[in-house]
């Protein structure tokens, strides 16, 4: 009878583990859909969001492509929709534009995912290639909080 019960202990626990690929995919999972931006702080101080600031989106599809949305001041008339790719690795999202930077140059951000449920979640910027300004990893804290 020992047996049996050490048997099935085990068994628990081999079934009840989550592997490194469950935990990737359901963070994966989590990001598809369409995200607004609802709030950000830069080096600890919360900056006030306009209007148009707040119509963003950022739309992540099951095909790792990345819509974002942009509104200009001051009639929040539609600017540009971008379509990027993204990769989520290790609670890092990294999407990239190789002509998208500066001159024509090449533009990444690399966000780690301090948090994420199904309709929030609260990244920070920690990595940024543009052409223009801090090259690789910041030293200035950018934190932003998205909602569905």
Not at 18 to 39: C, F, H, L, M, P
Not at 58 to 69: G, H, I, K, V
Not at 113 to 141: A, F, H, P, Q
Request: charged letters at 25%; glycine letters at 6%.
């Amino acid at each position: 009878m020992n047996k049996l019960y050490t048997l099935l202990a085990i068994a628990f626990i081999f079934l009840s583990c989550k592997s490194d690929d469950e935990t990737k995919n359901v963070i994966a999972d989590k990001i598809i859909g369409e995200w607004t931006y609802s709030k950000s702080v830069f080096n600890g101080t919360n900056e006030d969001l306009s209007n148009c600031d707040k119509k963003q989106t950022w739309n992540f599809r099951p095909n790792n492509t990345l819509l974002m949305t942009f509104y200009v001041e001051p009639d929040c008339e539609y600017i540009v929709t971008s379509t990027l790719q993204y990769s989520v690795e290790n609670n890092i999202i990294t999407y990239s534009n190789p002509t998208g930077g500066h001159n024509g140059g090449e533009f990444t951000r690399k966000f780690r995912i301090n948090s994420i449920t199904d309709d929030k979640m609260e990244l920070d910027l920690i990595y940024e290639v543009d052409g223009i300004g801090e090259e690789g990893n910041l030293n200035d804290r950018w934190v932003t909080t998205w909602v569905k």
